[in-house]
Every structure is written in structure tokens, then in C-alpha cells.
DNA sequence: ATGCTAAGTTGACAGCGTACACATCGGTCG
DNA sequence: CGACCGATGTGTACGCTGTCAACTTAGCAT
């Protein structure tokens, strides 16, 4: 495991490399800078030459998940018959969401768990990959007439948020644990449920009183 | 803020609050052992007589912050007119929930944020405080027939699932930072579509290919 | 060959969680 | 009343962490 050249060659990727096998399986706080050092046979202080500090690290190795959660959505989606109805696309990508983050919570975690309201660099680099296959089922959807152009505005947010949320909370809420049987079909359930309401007449069963943020 | 006597006498409680206080603008990660047993004029050791560890003492402040949730959702939602229609009660729910993240996003990650795959002991105390809500007013929609009562069983998924991701996602996502009303008009949105998708015909819109889980 | 610069090193400091042994109090029993 | 004892708080110590500062090395360009 140690190098003969002083100079390591490609440490910054060796790191993120690292921080990818270390946070699959215990999520975002155990990436450790020293120890990821330690494990390449480097000094610890070798990394603050490719990384500004901690965060910088996680966010490189978020940002290898991101594209690596896309790429499996993707194969998810054509998997699951052709994405010939644009309904069984959202669908499918809700549910590829969902399974990559079932299959890996620690790297999900890394990608999109952090909540805390840190200032961490409003918009780094555009929009996350996963969303963009969001986006663009969206934009199928709406080019098939399926959901009114008026609606297709903002649409991102109920099926992100369900998605998300579910992803969540099956990981950390009362579901965990759960045989993934029954974790998928609450899943299929969830999907569905906003599929149908972004695409019912509008307000048909609920009704929008006037109800203030706090 | 030195005490006199040797023993504090009422230093869980006071944990706890130290404990409220720091996470409320830092969230989970702003509680240290060692910090708040300064603040309190306590060695640090002090601390491990009345919590196991660091994160005994986290689930305790979560525990509080549960019932504050819980009474804050349950305020709103007397306050945006009366339950009268279930449909109302279930969005105010939602929406409850919502505005208490927003309000309080330190809290609310140390409640709900945790995404990591410890095993963090899978139901201890029952359901937290906000859930029994929603449980509630689910219960009221579907006594009231307007949720079929074959599809009351899981229903709550759907429901936490996009109240919880818009919540996150608003704090972490794109969403961050963007004025208050614009959020909330796309909260609104979400849980709108959820309640309509809930009530909504069965199936109506979407079809339900048999996709597996990855 | 001679520098310049990028890349790694050693050393240090402060802060953290927490294990272990000790001190001190309040209440209870002989 | 005094001795005891369990609950509570203290002191010390270890290993871990992130990160700053100053130094060393390697490789590239002049």
C-alpha cells in the first residue's frame, strides 16, 4: 500500500475515490479527511491541496453520486418496458429515485441528506443529474398533452418532494427495517398517488382555502 | 452562572434545553456534549450520568421538539378555520408540517433529518407526535367517505412522503433561499397534489406496470 | 543547470466523545 | 445521631478529528 513516489499522481481522485467506498456504507460522517489520508498512505495535510476543506471533499464525492444515481435512474427506466407512455416514464423515474437511494442510503444520504441551513454555495454547478431525467419526463408529459401547460410549471416540487420524502423516510422513519417488499409497494403507491394528482382535473377533490404560512 | 451547590439538581432538563437552544440555528450538529455542559457550569462528564451518549441526548431534544411540532401543527391548524371539511384538516396537516420546517430548520433536522443507517432503535416510544395527526386526519377523511376505505391503509406514505421531502428539499434544495411566498406557493402545490392523487379516482391517470425493484 | 511551482510532509493546536477513577452530596437505615 | 450508600458531578486521560504554518520534494520550463 505504499508508494515509492513522493508525489501520489492522482490524489484527487484517489480521495474521492475513497470517500466513495467510505460512505457507502456509514453515509456522510465517515468521510474523514484523515482517515481517507491514512488510507491512501498519505499525509493528511495532502488533501488540503485538492480539497478546501472537509465539505469540499463530500461535496466532490456528491457530486460523483449524483451522476452515478442519474446513470442508474436511466438504466431503471428503460429497464421497466420502453418509456413509450410518458406516464410510465415519471413513473419510472420516481421509482429509480427511490431504488437507488433503497440500494444505497449511505451514498444517498451523501447526495441529498444534509439539512442543515449552512450557506453551502447557493448553486454549484446547475442542476443535480437526477433532476434533469425529473425534467425531462415532465417536459414528455407535457408535450403528450398529458399534463396542461399551465400545470407543467412548477410540477418539479410535488414529484421531487414525494419521491425524496419517501426515499427519507423509509430509510430513517418507521419503515426502516421494513421487508422491501413492503417498502416497495408503499413506494409504487406514493408514486402513483402524485402521478394521479398532477394529472387530475384540476382541484377536483380538494379545495384551497386561504391558509397563511406562520 | 457558577451554581453554588456541588449538585445541580435539575441537569437533564437543563441539558435538554441547552440542547434545544444550540440546534435550533445549528440543527443536529451544533450539540456537543462538551458545549453544552459548559454553558451549564458542568463538567462534561456530568452529562453522561442522565444520557448514554452524545446521541442519547440528541434523541432527547428530538423527543421535545416532536411535542412542539406537534402543538404548533396542531395550532395552525385550528387557526386556518375550522376542521370543518377533512380535506381542509389534512391539507392544514400538510401544510402545518411544512411551515414548522420552515420556521424552524435546525429543529426540525434534529426531529426528522437524520438520514444515516445506524440502527437507531426502530420504534422507541411509538409514533412521534406529528404523525398522530396526520394519522387523525386521515382517519376523519375516510369516516367521512370521502377516502375509500380500501385505500386508507398506507395512506399516510403518500402524505408524510411529500410533506417531508418538500420540507428538505426547501431547506436544502434549489428551493433554498428563494422568498418565502414563492415556497409556499409551491408547498401548497405539493400538498395539493398529493390530497387530490389521494382522492382522486382510482388509478384514473397513471397505469401501474409491473416494475421491480432494482 | 536553475529556478518556480505544484504536491506532500512534519508538527502543532484546539476541540470533540467518552472511559476510568475519584469526590461529594442527599437520603435512609442501624 | 451517625454511618453508609447510591446518585450525581469532577479530574484526568486517550484517541480521534479538522485545519493552520512552515518545510521539503519533484517535476517542468527556461
Known amino acids: 500500500m505504499a508508494r515509492e513516489t513522493y508525489h501520489h499522481g492522482d490524489l484527487r481522485n484517489a480521495l474521492i475515490r475513497a470517500g466513495l467506498e ?3 456504507s ?3 460522517d465517515a468521510l474523514a479527511i484523515r482517515d481517507v489520508a491514512r488510507r491512501l498512505g498519505v499525509s493528511p495535510n495532502a488533501a488540503y491541496r485538492h480539497f478546501a476543506d472537509r465539505d469540499a471533499l463530500l461535496a466532490a464525492v456528491a457530486a460523483r453520486i449524483h451522476a452515478d444515481m442519474a446513470e442508474r435512474m436511466h438504466a431503471f427506466e428503460v429497464d421497466g ?5 410518458p ?3 415519471l413513473r419510472a423515474v420516481g421509482l429509480g429515485y427511490i431504488a437507488f437511494a433503497l440500494d444505497e442510503p449511505g451514498w444517498f444520504a451523501v447526495a441529498f441528506g444534509r439539512i442543515d441551513n449552512g450557506p453551502r454555495s ?6 443535480a443529474p437526477p433532476l434533469i431525467l425529473l425534467v425531462e419526463a415532465l417536459d414528455a408529459l407535457a408535450d403528450a398533452g398529458l399534463l396542461a401547460s ?3 410549471a412548477g410540477a418539479e416540487w410535488p414529484c421531487w418532494s414525494a419521491v425524496h420524502g419517501f426515499a427519507s423516510l423509509a430509510l430513517t422513519g418507521p419503515l426502516r427495517g421494513a421487508p ?7 413506494a409504487e403507491r406514493t408514486v402513483d398517488t402524485v402521478i394521479d394528482g398532477l394529472l387530475a382535473p384540476e382541484g377536483a377533490a380538494s379545495v384551497s ?3 397563511h404560512a406562520g
Not at 81 to 85: F, N, S, T, V
Not at 122 to 127: L, T
Not at 180 to 186: C, D, N
Open 81 to 85: 418496458l420502453g418509456a413509450a407512455d
Open 26 to 28: 456509514g453515509g456522510p
Open 209 to 211: 382555502p386561504d391558509v
Open 122 to 127: 447557493a448553486d454549484e454547478g446547475g442542476m
Open 180 to 186: 422491501r417488499a413492503a417498502v416497495w409497494e408503499h
Open 87 to 89: 406516464r410510465h416514464r
Open 22 to 24: 467510505v460512505t457507502r
Open 150 to 152: 399551465e400545470a407543467r
